[in-house]
């Protein structure tokens, strides 16, 4: 299922003793492009000093008209696990730390984007993750993680340099990849439309710059899917999407 970053911070997080609050952010992985922490904000019980971050390993399936999204833990649960001040960065010794009180397997190992896995809830239970997977935690001492809602109003820039803007972002829940980037390009184009680029049509992001550089002219782009919010999961619209953004990968 698709679902799109401005609909997903919509939505109530529930634990299974109560509500924990609302999304207002994801970190994504620069290099997988793909989510890895979803940013809660649970100022009505929690310190507001704090990030609350939850894994997609621990989120239940969902419908994207459900007002909720579940996950598989308890309020105190949330409460007593580690977390890194407002400002602070998340760093891979956060990580491990956060993912040992879990219980988790580590998704930095293996080869596949969640370690040995394509998904994220094959990490929910360490114990069904082998042994040596868990153990081999120097193969990446750092993390790629990146603010969603930092990059959403990045200058996007073209081959020739004219720019437009990041709008959102579409997440597959299957694996929590960042499946296309909703590019605005009223700037760019007569009339401005928004259209899908897909991730691998990414040529760099500049953190100092905020702007992320993609591969197309503007005639490419202007050729590419147009956004249409209401078919993100229909499947003859995802089909044609698929197709036009393959001819432009490279």
Not at 100 to 120: A, I, R
Not at 166 to 189: A, E, G, M, P, Q
Not at 198 to 214: A, F, R
Request: hydrophobic residues 35%; aromatic residues 12%; proline residues 3%.
């Amino acid at each position: 299922m698709f679902i799109n970053f401005k609909q997903l911070s919509s939505k109530n997080i529930k634990a299974s003793d109560g509500e924990l609050g609302k999304v207002k952010d994801i970190y994504f992985d620069d290099r997988y492009w793909t989510t890895r922490f979803l940013v809660v904000d649970t100022h009505a019980w929690l310190p507001l000093s704090q990030k609350v971050l939850l894994s997609p390993i621990a989120l239940l399936k969902f419908h994207v008209d459900d007002s909720d999204v579940k996950v598989s833990m308890t309020k105190e649960m949330v409460e007593n696990c580690p977390k890194v001040e407002e400002q602070e960065t998340v760093s891979r010794e956060f990580e491990k730390k956060y993912f040992d009180y879990f219980g988790y397997g580590y998704y930095w190992t293996g080869e596949s984007v969640w370690g040995d896995y394509l998904y994220p809830s094959a990490l929910s239970n360490r114990d069904m993750v082998s042994h040596a997977v868990v153990q081999k935690t120097d193969i990446e001492k750092t993390n790629h993680l990146r603010s969603a809602d930092e990059v959403q109003d990045y200058d996007v820039e073209e081959v020739d340099g004219s720019k437009g803007h990041v709008h959102d972002f579409i997440l597959d829940t299957y694996d929590w990849s960042l499946k296309y980037l909703v590019i605005d390009t009223r700037n760019w184009l007569p009339g401005g439309k928004k259209v899908l680029i897909s991730p691998k049509q990414i040529d760099s992001i500049s953190w100092e710059l905020k702007t992320v550089k993609c591969k197309l002219s503007i005639q490419e782009i202007d050729g590419c899917p147009e956004y249409e919010q209401d078919k993100l999961n229909d499947t003859e619209y995802r089909a044609k999407v698929t197709q036009k953004t393959k001819r432009l990968e490279y």
